[in-house]
């Protein structure tokens, strides 16, 4: 099961190095508090609350389709295609121009939300509507492909902790780095990642494609 753990890890380290609101929040909130190094913890505590109960959400709402072998194979390879898009996109976007995570933001650059650290993470992720969209097919997806539901508590827990893992090894470095002074990453280094990164993506999702199809889950 130690590969659920590892897949899942991999495949929200891929989601959080792409910048997106929380991003943007986390940065934010490490220059605004006098403690901004605790910023990335709290904001990343919120939205793994978050996602845990849409985890939980999808699980329970999904019950009696997961007993459809048709509503699975589909779920399976629509998740993997899109992370294939998204690998491209990723690709394509970041050899067009050079990426770069800029922290110096100015106070009219961030639009709603700047409150509560915790509460931030929750507003934050439930405000973006790629984050709703990932976890109804890719996430949904990848439980599809390996399994995960409350019969297999040990499996679900493993992806949890490993999806979470994915977003605090990115966050919580940052959180210090920007509060500590760091102005910029280097945008080559941060080239080389986002595209490494992207290259599983394409991976991962030729896999779940293919594997829900040539061994599809038992009903």
């Not at 539901?149 to 090894?169: K, M, N, Q, R, S």
């Amino acid at each position: 099961m130690l590969n659920i753990l590892l897949y899942s890890f991999l495949v929200a380290l891929t989601g959080a190095l792409t910048p997106g609101p929380l991003l943007t929040f986390t940065i934010y909130k490490s220059l605004q508090q006098k403690r901004g190094y605790l910023a990335g913890i709290f904001i990343i505590l919120g939205h793994a609350l978050i996602e845990l109960i849409l985890i939980l959400v999808l699980l329970a709402g999904a019950s009696l389709l997961f007993q459809n072998i048709i509503f699975l194979t589909l779920i399976g390879i629509i998740g993997g295609i899109f992370l294939l898009i998204f690998g491209f996109l990723v690709i394509r976007n970041t050899i067009k121009s050079d990426p770069s995570v800029d922290f110096n933001l100015k106070d009219n650059n961030l639009k709603g939300y700047k409150g509560n650290s915790f509460i931030g993470g929750i507003i934050v992720s439930l405000s973006n509507p790629y984050w709703t969209f990932w976890w109804a097919v890719v996430g949904l997806g990848f439980l599809v492909n390996f399994n995960i539901t409350f019969a297999t508590p040990i499996a679900l827990l493993l992806f949890f902790i490993g999806h979470e893992l994915g977003d605090i090894v990115w966050y919580l470095p940052i959180s210090t780095f920007v509060y500590l002074g760091g102005k910029a990453l280097n945008p080559k280094i941060y080239k080389y990642v986002l595209i490494s990164c992207a290259g599983f993506m394409i991976i991962f999702g030729l896999y779940l494609s293919f594997n829900i199809i040539l061994f599809p889950p038992s009903v």
